[in-house]
């Protein structure tokens, strides 16, 4: 495994390294963490980790003016988030020690050497650094073992403490042995296992919680992940009601397959596929479970109000169509019509087979897009005039064309004429 060249990245990377070299000189400037990682692993990461011994925030000014970002300065811990013109992210930060004042809370951060903030991070395969210099990359700076770990596949634990000064690696480590097939090192699942037995999690903040979740949901191998978190009893720390029932584990796999069906699903953008893994996730839990867990987990409120409503609509619609006798599409349509992308991506993963499963993939595949042919405008050419009449005579069209009565414009116009023109006129 080596490192590639500045000139086999990307010309928006290289773009952006070579711009913070000129921002920091004459002080070194270094790629670090998980973009170091992945950049040895052959494997795309578009955020760019940098770290400089010396005053990030005043680079971080110089290099957003060079690359048209916008930058946010976090004086507290001498770092400083880009969000470049094309959405990625590079963050820089100021070399730094760390020390916890106490189990789980945000670190008191000191200027410090390349090497000791090397130190104070969770992982070897997250501890490398790589010098930027015109056209290449400096050598690998590798103090710690991480190149040997990421070669054998293995993460390891920098320190005894690192669970209980930030719990969230805890997920953070199943999160890369789900993504990479890795192997967790024997002394770090012995740290693991002890730090969650002795109540780290419980000193978590809710809302860093659900991050990490929401994170591991965007997985491609969520429903590994979880299944790890689970069976390392992560997740009844989080809260002692969050036990998910062996039923759970396919149920995720096949939210997970269902997603990887898109695009023909209406899925708006990547981050739903997070929130309909965490809705697989709730979705075999009690309604007032899922409550009190969202208590727990504080995710922003529209999310939260999103996922509880979704679980309800969602259980309700298996528990009708699992009793249905009639899939015609207009019957489904008015049961899934009010349901999110992601509630319906669960339900198709929920009903995994019959006539109520091919009715719901169907809507789900076509039938959702299904609007009549004819407008306002038609109805109000047609003589009917404006109201709510409108929005009935829609519905009724749209349910004949769904269920395959109407084809054409003049079909419809005639279903119009004589349902609602005529019967109007006569009345
Ligand atoms: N880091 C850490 N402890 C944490 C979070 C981050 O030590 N709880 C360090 C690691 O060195 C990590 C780097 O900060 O590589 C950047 O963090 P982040 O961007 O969150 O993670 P990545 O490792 O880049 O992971 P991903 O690929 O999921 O973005």
């Known amino acids: 495994m080596r490192l590639p060249q500045l000139g086999d990245l990307d010309p928006l990377s290289r773009t952006a390294l070579e711009a913070a070299r000129r921002a920091a000189a004459p002080a070194p400037i270094y790629a670090v963490g998980g973009y ?31 690359l048209k970002a916008v930058v946010t300065p976090h004086p507290r ?25 106490h189990a789980a809370a945000l670190p008191e951060v000191q200027p410090a050497p390349l090497l000791a903030d090397l130190l104070r991070r969770d992982f070897s395969i997250n501890a490398m650094a790589a010098r930027i210099d015109r056209h290449r990359f400096g050598p690998l700076i590798d103090s710690l073992g991480g190149l ?17 000064d930030d719990p969230t690696r805890l997920f953070r480590t199943a999160r890369f042995e789900g993504r990479y097939r890795f192997i967790i090192a024997r002394s770090t699942l012995r740290l693991m296992k002890a730090a969650v037995k002795g109540g780290a999690i419980g ?24 299944w790890r978190l689970r069976n390392l009893g992560v997740l009844t720390a989080v809260h002692p009601t969050l036990t998910l029932p062996a039923a759970a584990f396919g149920l995720l796999e096949r ?25 697989g996730m709730l979705y075999l839990l009690h309604p007032k479970t899922v409550i009190t867990v969202l208590k727990r987990l504080t995710p922003p409120h529209r999310i ?11 259980r309700n619609a298996a528990q009708k169509l ?12 008015r049961l899934l019509d009010p349901l999110s992308p992601e509630a319906r991506v669960v339900l198709l993963a929920v009903l995994t087979k019959g006539s109520a499963r091919d009715a719901v993939s169907r809507y789900v595949t076509t039938s959702w897009r299904i609007v009549p042919l004819l407008k306002g405008e038609d109805l109000h050419r047609l003589g009917l005039k404006p109201g709510p009449i409108y929005r009935r005579t829609l519905a009724a069209l749209r349910a004949a064309r769904l269920d395959g009565r109407l084809h054409t414009k003049e079909e419809e116009t005639s279903f119009v004429l004589q349902r609602f023109v005529r019967g109007r006129l006569r009345h």
Request: proline content about 4%; glycine content about 4%; overall charge neutral.
């Open 77 to 101: 811990f001498g770092t400083a988030h880009l969000r470049l013109p094309d959405g990625r992210r590079l963050d820089l930060a100021t070399a730094r020690s760390e020390r916890y004042p």
């Open 36 to 66: 170091v990682r992945d950049l040895l692993l052959g494997r795309r990461n578009v955020d760019i980790d940098l770290v400089v011994e010396d005053d990030a925030i005043a680079v971080a000014g110089r290099l957003a003016h060079a």
């Open 255 to 279: 939210v997970r397959q269902v997603l990887s069906q898109a695009p023909s699903l209406p899925l708006p953008e990547n981050a739903a596929e997070g929130e309909a893994l965490l809705l």
């Open 148 to 164: 040997q770990d990421l070669e054998r596949g293995r993460i390891r634990a920098l320190h005894e403490q690192s669970f209980i």
């Open 322 to 333: 699992t009793r249905a006798v009639d899939f015609r599409q207009s019957r489904i349509a």
């Open 304 to 314: 939260a109000e999103r996922l509880a409503a979704d679980h309800k609509a969602c």
């Open 203 to 226: 000193h978590l903040a809710g809302s860093r919680i659900f991050r990490e979740l929401h994170l591991v949901a965007q997985e491609l191998s969520a429903p590994r992940i979880i």
